[in-house]
């Protein structure tokens, strides 16, 4: 097996991981989460989204979580944005990395952003070119890069061109989402050792979720495939509320146990990690996904 001697773990948690909880999370949660993450070894992290309001209550206290943070000069914090709007929010908010968001499939985009997937990519063209002049640093998520909610599998090679596209624009990831949790480790290998294989100057990153219970399996294939950045949320919460029955993300803690277990350094202390989870946990309303925080021996890890 050929395994890398370091990973890096990108915490989606704060924003990914509690965006569809339907509880409101109080914002001094919200700023504890981030900065007990900021002890955890964790060096990026998407910390909210300037999303509209009506349609992500949970995330109406963007500005406000930024502002109350703790930032660790040494630590990335991202915040997504759906569109233009998005980004002069955000700019006002002082942040330098964004996570923009498009679905590879027209009929997920329209739910989740109302525009085409050209739509898109065209009105991101001038975010890019205006966030790259006031040194803001570019994520670009590929939404439903392996399956759709509405419209079943994605064409692998639609999903290779938009990683060109977006290579060509000078972006600095580009992450590659599983956003049903639906993709299996075949698909997820060939994917990713094609996208990989592009040479691009951009990192590229693996997106799982774990609704069929394949998100550990898809992060084995990409990491066979030669990935070594991955998205993960804390205790495997998450979820989009435009992908319809889709559950959370790989769990952090198990990703990181995994890699721990085989020699694979991820940098982050499980113990402090364990700490984060605690602080959501009583402003979830479901069961978290996550296996490590529920192994009862002690130091099992
Ligand atoms: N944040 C806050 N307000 C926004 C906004 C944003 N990013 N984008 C648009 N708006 C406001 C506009 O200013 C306008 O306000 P007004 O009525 O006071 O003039 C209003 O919303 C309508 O603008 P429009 O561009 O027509 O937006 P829309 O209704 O088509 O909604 C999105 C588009 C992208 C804002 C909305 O679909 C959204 O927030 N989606 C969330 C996606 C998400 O978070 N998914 C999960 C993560 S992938
Ligand atoms: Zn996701």
């Keep these: 097996m050929n395994l890398p001697e370091k990973v890096e773990i990108i915490e989606v948690g704060p924003r990914d991981g509690i965006q569809n909880e339907a509880n409101f999370i109080p914002t001094e949660k919200k700023i504890e989460l981030i900065n007990a993450l900021n002890k955890t070894g964790i060096k990026r992290m998407e910390a909210t ?10 995330m109406r206290d963007a500005k406000e979580v930024l502002d109350g943070i703790e930032q660790n000069p040494s630590i990335q914090y991202m915040a997504l944005i759906p569109n233009e709007k998005g980004y002069e929010r ?8 964004l996570s923009l968001v498009v679905g590879a499939s027209d009929s997920f985009n329209l739910k989740n952003v109302k525009m085409t997937r050209e739509q898109s990519m065209e009105s991101f063209e001038a975010v890019i070119e205006k966030a ?28 290779l ?50 609704t069929y219970g394949m998100a550990m399996s898809n992060v084995m294939a990409a990491l066979q495939a030669g990935v070594t950045r991955f998205d993960a949320s804390i205790g495997g919460l998450g979820g989009c509320p435009f992908a319809p ?50 192994v009862k021996t002690s130091k099992s890890y």
């Design 161 to 210: 061109s938009m990683v060109e596209r977006m290579e060509q624009l000078g972006v600095d990831e580009i992450v590659l989402c599983d956003t049903i949790g639906r993709a299996n480790p075949k698909q997820v290998l060939n994917l990713f050792k094609e996208a990989v294989s592009l040479k691009s100057e951009a990192m590229i990153t693996a997106h799982f979720h774990d």
């Design 132 to 159: 790259k002049a006031n040194d803001i640093l570019i994520r670009y998520n590929i939404a439903t890069s392996f399956w759709c909610p509405f419209d079943g599998i994605v064409d692998s090679k639609l999903v």
């Design 245 to 294: 029955g889709a559950a959370g993300n790989a769990a952090t803690e198990d990703i990181i146990f995994m890699m721990h277990e085989m020699g694979i350094d991820t940098g982050i202390d499980m113990d402090q990690l364990l700490a984060c989870i605690e602080i959501v946990k009583p402003f979830t309303n479901r069961n978290l996904t996550g296996h490590l925080h529920k």
């Design 90 to 97: 955000a700019l006002e908010s002082g942040i330098k990395a």
């Design 49 to 58: 989204s300037f999303v509209h309001p009506k349609y992500v209550p949970q």
